[in-house]
């Protein structure tokens, strides 16, 4: 059964750092695109970063680019969002997902995504 789980969330301060990680199991996930989306209480669930599955692009939401890094393994099957200079809003549920291949709408909407992890807490304080 394919599974994905997120780690490394924590209470930091603002400006501070954290690196979060997505480990996946039970399918090659290295060949697919992942993604990293957030959920603030209250809010609906927003789009974070997205890696290819080479690696080899990146995309970020406006609102973190410059502070949040995605990378990958070489192996593919473990995902890292660096996450600096934190924010007071950046405190949410961090989730991290596989895109579905044959999905071709916006790479932002959560739909878009599959095997979704159970989510890891980052709270940034002020």
């Known amino acids: 059964q394919a599974q994905l789980v997120e780690s490394g969330g924590g209470l930091v301060q603002a400006g501070g750092s954290l690196r979060l990680s997505c480990v996946g199991s039970?399918?090659?996930?290295?060949?697919?695109?992942m993604g990293w989306f957030r959920q603030a209480p209250g809010k609906s669930r927003e789009f974070v970063a997205r890696?290819?599955?080479?690696?080899?692009?990146?995309y970020y939401a406006d609102s973190v680019k410059g502070r949040f890094t995605i990378s990958r393994d070489t192996a593919g099957n473990t995902v890292y969002l660096q996450l600096n200079s934190l924010k007071p809003e950046d405190t949410a549920v961090y989730y991290c997902?596989?895109?579905?291949?044959?999905?071709?709408?916006?790479?932002?909407?959560?739909?878009?995504?599959?095997?979704w992890g159970q989510g890891t807490q980052v709270t940034v304080s002020s």
């Open positions: 997902a596989a895109a579905r291949p044959n999905y071709r709408g916006s790479y932002v909407f959560p739909i878009g995504y599959d095997n």
């Open positions: 039970g399918r090659t996930f290295s060949t697919y695109a």
């Open positions: 890696i290819t599955g080479s690696g080899g692009a990146t």
